[in-house]
């Protein structure tokens, strides 16, 4: 059964009716990989040519969260009016809460481990003021502060819910005009423009909104995709092997020519473009062929996307408690035994981590999740 048929089989609870499982494949495997990502830029040199050509095809983590941040609200809300202030009311503290949190978190991690104390009280809290409004108290909290602008903006998104309906290809033809047009400004900035104003880009949706009007437009489009991938799933893995290859061609002309491998392997390439989009389609079909049985490693799956929330939060700060184990391992077997050590030690310890934090009693504030009782923990895991 195709789970485009939105999963209706007689016997499920008609609160599950719509549940998308393929989704949460897509989440657990995404979330997967941006540890590796991680992971791999942690436990390599920043100009290494290799892991780097590994490393630019691993951001298509954040287009593929953005797309299915996007996806998933415009499902929702598709068929059915919106109210700006509940959905913000709602949503916003969601992300708002553990996202400042986790800054503060990661602002006193710093403190307590950088080489030089702050050189007042009251530098560190500025530092850490700017940092919170501008993504930037740990490399991965940026993404909260795009999500948070993607609720903002959501209620005039749906606006153009009609217009998605009646001319999806041209909505995504003009948005992925834009989307070339940033990345082209972002990968070669005027010469009058410093690299410090060009980050500061890289907090904001503008870099990514073509994921999200992707993500939009197969939500309201989501039955026709579906079959699409279905039914021509070989040429959607034949259109990643050739932007795989495009993507890698792109990184070593470049590399070759003279740039940096950590700038060539940056997120904004336009080379990077058609594999971001043909990543996002093979998870998207891979979740989808797993949903028609879900047979195999349901609860492993369920119990994932339960924890993918505080799993993303947290695994940096694993990571970085993991630096005596990465300079163990490198000064001793070294690449890319450092890699192959590492991973798996982060994901154990990044569990820990969670499944501590989820029994707390401010669990929400942490984890985006209610606390978990102790019994229901267990038996959840079981």
């Known amino acids: 059964m195709s789970t485009t048929q939105i999963a209706r089989p007689a016997a499920r609870a008609s609160a599950r009716a719509s549940h998308l499982y393929q989704l949460d494949l897509f989440r657990v495997i995404t979330f997967a990989f941006v540890i590796f990502m991680h992971v791999l830029g942690a436990t390599t040199f920043p100009q290494d040519v290799h892991s780097d050509a590994i490393e630019g095809l691993l951001h298509f983590t954040r287009q593929a969260f953005f797309a299915l ?39 006193a991690y710093s403190l307590i481990t950088a080489d030089q104390p702050p050189a007042s009280t009251g530098a ?5 003021v700017i940092e919170i409004a501008g993504g930037t108290a740990w490399y991965h909290l940026y993404f909260l502060l795009v999500t948070l602008q993607v609720y903002l903006l959501f209620p005039l998104l749906m606006k153009l819910v009609g217009l998605i309906r009646r001319r999806p290809w041209l909505v995504l033809a003009v948005s992925g005009a834009i989307q070339i047009a940033v990345t082209a400004f972002l990968s070669h900035p005027p010469a009058s423009i410093d690299y410090t104003t060009i980050t500061r880009f890289y907090t904001t949706l503008l870099p990514y909104q073509f994921y999200s009007v992707l993500g939009a437009v197969a939500g309201v ?38 740039l940096w491998p950590e ?71 070294g ?48």
Do not use: C
């Open 69 to 107: 941040s996007t996806f998933v609200l415009v499902f929702q809300y598709r068929n059915r009016p919106l109210e700006p202030g509940k959905f913000w009311r709602r949503r916003v503290p969601l992300v708002a809460v553990p996202y400042v949190l986790w800054s503060m978190i990661y602002w």
């Open 335 to 382: 690449a890319p035994w450092t890699t192959i050590v590492v991973f798996p030690a982060t994901v154990a310890l990044t569990l820990l981590m969670v499944e501590i934090m989820r029994r707390l009693p401010f669990s929400k504030v942490l984890t985006g999740r209610p606390p978990l009782p102790l019994r229901a923990a267990a038996a959840q895991a079981a």
């Open 263 to 333: 700038v060539a392997s940056d997120a904004f390439r336009l080379y990077l473009i058609p594999w971001f989009v043909a990543a996002i389609a093979v998870i998207y079909l891979a979740g989808a062929r797993w949903s028609e049985g879900r047979r195999r490693g349901s609860r492993v799956v369920s119990w994932a996307v339960d924890r993918s929330f505080a799993i993303f939060l947290s695994h940096p700060l694993a990571l970085a408690l993991l630096s005596p184990l990465i300079a163990l391992v490198g000064d001793g077997p």
């Open 221 to 258: 489009h989501l039955k026709t995709v579906h079959n699409w991938l279905l039914r021509h799933r070989w040429l959607v893995v034949g259109g990643l092997l050739v932007s795989l290859g495009i993507a890698e061609a792109g990184y070593f002309w470049n590399v070759h020519n003279g």
């Open 124 to 128: 560190a809290l500025r530092a850490l």
